[in-house]
């Protein structure tokens, strides 16, 4: 069964306009933690953002915000005032275990 | 910013040879991992250690194995490269791997494999 899923494959946001990456995760564990990367063109995986499963505020980190809706089981990405730079595959991911699951990417296209 | 490295970045190489792919960190982080990517698909767990001469398999089976000889060091090798085995893999570490923020996998820049 899908743990993260990433409904989105592709998405386009004009440049300095916010735009949302949805991101929902299946866990029956009361502990976890999710994760977002960004990957450019280049390959390279970039961390973006934590939330822990017990933190009650969401957590934001400059123009990245995670919309962290615990009994929905989702916690959406939210990237404010967008920029060319932005263009690039985002992963949402969990930990589960020692482990860390992956969803399948969406991919976002920042419009001049 | 995260300290660690990955080579070759690029290896184009011909099938049966045996290939050796590095990853070293300098972090002191425990937990490393190794990733196989397609392009513009998600990531695959292939192999992770908890630490010195620990070395598990991961979700995806994959023919090659690992070492962890050294904490900062985690080399992925195939013994006889084939075609199928054309992707990008990517090394990670992590400070824990048990809860927090601590959980957090740092990559490397990734080493695009190319078998022909």
């Known amino acids: 069964a899908q743990k993260i899923t990433q409904t989105q494959p592709g998405m386009f946001v004009q440049e300095k306009e916010a735009v949302t990456l949805d991101c929902t995760y299946d866990t029956s564990d009361q502990s976890y933690g999710l994760f977002w990367y960004k990957q450019p063109s280049s390959g390279e995986m970039i961390f973006l953002i934590y939330?822990?499963?017990?933190?009650?505020q969401n957590a934001t980190e400059g123009r990245y915000s995670l919309n962290f809706q615990k009994a929905r089981k989702s916690a959406n990405l939210v990237i404010s005032a967008s920029q060319l730079g932005d263009s690039a595959m985002y992963f949402c991911?969990?930990?589960?275990?020692?482990?860390?699951?992956f969803g399948p990417g969406t991919s976002l296209s920042v419009i001049p | 910013e995260a300290d660690i490295y990955q080579t070759p970045r690029y290896l184009v190489i011909g099938t049966g040879k045996k290939i050796t792919l590095e990853c070293s960190q300098t972090m002191g982080h425990d937990k490393m991992y190794w990733y196989q990517q397609d392009p513009g698909m998600e990531l695959h767990l292939i192999h992770y250690?908890?630490?010195?001469?620990?070395?598990e398999k991961g979700d995806l089976s994959s023919e090659s194995t690992v070492s962890r000889i050294r904490t900062e060091h985690f080399p992925l090798t195939l013994e006889s490269a084939r075609p199928s085995h054309t992707s990008q893999y990517l090394c990670a570490s992590s400070l824990q791997g048990a809860g927090g923020p601590g959980d957090t996998q740092y990559f490397g820049p990734g080493t695009r494999l190319t078998v022909l």
């Open positions: 250690s908890y630490g010195v001469n620990s070395t």
């Open positions: 991911a969990m930990r589960e275990g020692v482990k860390v699951i």
């Open positions: 939330q822990g499963s017990y933190d009650e």
